[in-house]
Nanobody, 124 residues
Framework: QVQLVESGGGLVRTGGSLRLSCATSGISFNDYAIAWFRQVPGKEREGVACIDAIDGVEEYEDSVKGRFTISADNAKKTVYLQMNSLKPEDTAIYYC?????????????????WGQGTQVTVSS
């Protein structure tokens, strides 16, 4: 059984930081790209960051470059998203997802497995 479990969300003020975790099980971790997506009401789920466990290549959505950092602990089969300098527009439910495809990292349709999400709220 494949499981992705997010944690680490919460309520922070503008300029604050959070570290999200995505614990995976039931997959061959090194064969997957793991991504963070986020979604707010009325908008499509959008890619935030991605890391490929095969080669370690990182990808970021433009609005989070320089503020967010994705990393992976292959031994723990866990992916992290360090979020600094948070803004109100970062408020969303954050999901982690796993894909074997990987050619278009921010295409949500290419991801096979999803977590349940963790809420991030940034107050102004």
């Amino acid at each position: 059984q494949v499981q992705l479990v997010e944690s680490g969300g919460g309520l922070v003020r503008t300029g604050g930081s959070l570290r999200l975790s995505c614990a995976t099980s039931g997959i061959s971790f090194n064969d997957y790209a793991i991504a963070w997506f986020r979604q707010v009401p009325g908008k499509e789920r959008e890619g935030v960051a991605c890391i490929d466990a095969i080669d370690g290549v990182e990808e970021y959505e433009d609005s989070v470059k320089g503020r967010f950092t994705i990393s992976a602990d292959n031994a723990k089969k866990t992916v992290y998203l360090q979020m600094n300098s948070l803004k109100p527009e970062d408020t969303a439910i954050y999901y982690c997802a796993a894909s074997r495809w990987g050619e278009t990292w921010n295409d949500r349709h290419l991801y096979d497995y999803w977590g349940q999400g963790t809420q991030v709220t940034v107050s102004s």
